[in-house]
């Protein structure tokens, strides 16, 4: 009879111990961005979706997925907003997170908006640097960067600077999501916010340029795992060699999406020690051939200032 309790015990507690960690997956999307995130209350997240929906699309119907409890674009590019579009046709969206930032060469993003504003029971967020997102109560996500006021944007640098920027903590482990996020914005968020961004794991800024992931931040958060989403032979030659450089020369492990699909799992937490990341189905890393040490000098930063950090300076003088 003890043996029968037991084994019923196990049964019935095994789904809430598999929902109680926290899995985010970089999906290989090819030359693009596609973040799905398994939250321990059992609801999910999807932050882009890349450049085409089938890849995305079918990454999601071999999870068996119907729904989808939060869906963020970061910026509106196509190679971020396309896959969405076959998600809000294919999916129920519950609630949808975008900036206001305006592509005005580009009818894509607001045909995406249009999308996610005729979806039925879902409601569109915008949120601020600083913002909370109420995704699950055991996990802290907060906005470090997003343009939350409308802006008309032509430059892709300018989009890019726009990108909805997220760290989920979790069991002792930060997990930050910078979209395309360049070196311009992650000043801006090292100035702005004196913690907050360390992270052990980084998804890295625009698929590995080297207008992104400067040493300056890379000191900050000090990441002990690196993911690079990218394309194979993209015409953009991403990864640089100098962000490969810097985040070796940081002490981070890189992983990149051409070798597939790759995911981190933060498992529940342990009274003992914090949780230990647990990287799945990953690639090589690449080797560590750079001599450690950081060569940054704080003088050489210039003061930037990027749209989403224009408006935040403006919301505070007001």
């Not at 997990?175 to 801006?188: C, P, R, V």
Request: glycine letters at 8%.
């Amino acid at each position: 009879m003890k043996k029968l309790t037991t084994l019923l015990a196990v049964i019935l507690l095994a789904p809430a111990s598999l929902w109680a960690q926290l899995k985010v997956t970089f999906v290989n999307v090819g030359q693009g961005d596609a973040i799905y995130i398994e939250l321990p209350n059992g609801k999910n997240a999807l932050i882009d979706g890349g450049s085409s929906g089938v890849l995305v699309d079918n990454f999601l119907r071999s999870k068996g997925v119907t729904k989808i409890d939060y869906v963020a674009l970061t910026h509106p590019h196509s190679d971020h907003y396309r896959g969405l579009k076959k998600v809000f046709t294919n999916y129920q969206v519950n609630n949808y997170y975008d900036t206001k930032a305006e592509n005005v060469d580009a009818a894509g993003d607001n045909n995406l908006r249009q999308l996610a504003s005729v979806e039925p029971g879902c409601s569109t967020f915008y949120p601020k640097p600083g913002d909370l997102l109420n995704w699950d109560p055991a996990v802290n996500v907060k906005v470090f960067n997003a343009c939350w006021e409308p802006v008309q944007i032509r430059e892709n640098d300018e989009a890019n600077n726009c990108s909805l920027v997220v760290k989920l903590s979790y069991n002792g482990n930060g997990i930050l999501l910078t979209g395309d996020a360049n070196s311009d914005t992650e000043q801006e968020m090292l100035s702005h916010f004196s913690t907050g961004l360390r992270a052990n794991i980084l998804k890295v800024g625009h698929h590995g340029s080297r207008t992104s992931t400067s040493d300056a931040f890379l000191a900050r958060v000090r990441p002990d795992y690196a993911f690079i989403s990218v394309g194979l032979g993209n015409k953009y030659g991403h990864p640089h060699q100098e962000a490969l450089s810097r985040l070796l020369n940081a002490g981070a492990k890189i992983y990149l999406t051409t070798d597939g699909t790759q995911s981190v799992v933060i498992p529940a937490p342990s009274v003992s020690k914090p949780g230990k990341p647990l990287v799945v189905r990953e690639g090589k890393s690449i080797a560590e051939t750079v001599p450690a040490g950081l060569t940054w000098d704080p003088a050489e930063i210039a003061d930037f200032t990027t749209p989403a950090f224009e408006q935040l300076s403006g919301a505070a003088a007001k």
